[in-house]
């Protein structure tokens, strides 16, 4: 059974950097298309980057579009979250998540659509 846990979140100053990393265990990562989600407090999850196994395919917010990047290490079982030129409207808890891998997949980076696996999530802070 897949298992996914995050790490890396923390207290990081505006126009600071922080990288996320989701570790997966129990199975390998080929085939599932890997998802990071955020939830700020009293705010809905929304999807921030997801990434495709095959062949790279990315969505990413246009909210973190040019500050944030996914990417994956399918020999490692790890998934990344760059995260540069952070804002206070950033700090929320990251989760990453999976979901088989399909192709077309117009909800490629839709919360409700990841079934497959979820980690507890890292809280990430940005203040001065």
């Known amino acids: 059974q897949l298992q996914l846990v995050e790490s890396g979140g923390g207290l990081v100053q505006p126009g600071g950097s922080l990288r996320l990393s989701c570790a997966a265990s129990?199975?390998?990562?080929?085939?599932?298309?890997i998802g990071w989600f955020r939830q700020a407090k009293g705010k809905e999850r929304e999807g921030v980057s997801c990434?495709?196994?095959?062949?790279?395919?990315?969505s990413t917010a246009d909210s973190v579009k040019g500050r944030f990047t996914i990417s994956r290490d399918n020999a490692k079982n790890m998934v990344y979250l760059q995260m540069n030129n952070l804002k206070p409207e950033d700090t929320a808890v990251y989760s990453c998540?999976?979901?088989?891998?399909?192709?077309?997949?117009?909800?490629?980076?839709?919360?409700?659509?990841?079934?497959?696996?979820w980690g507890p999530g890292t809280p990430v802070t940005v203040s001065s």
């Open positions: 129990g199975t390998t990562l080929d085939g599932y298309t």
């Open positions: 998540a999976a979901k088989i891998e399909i192709t077309p997949d117009q909800f490629m980076c839709h919360p409700w659509a990841y079934l497959a696996a």
């Open positions: 990434i495709s196994s095959s062949d790279g395919r990315t």
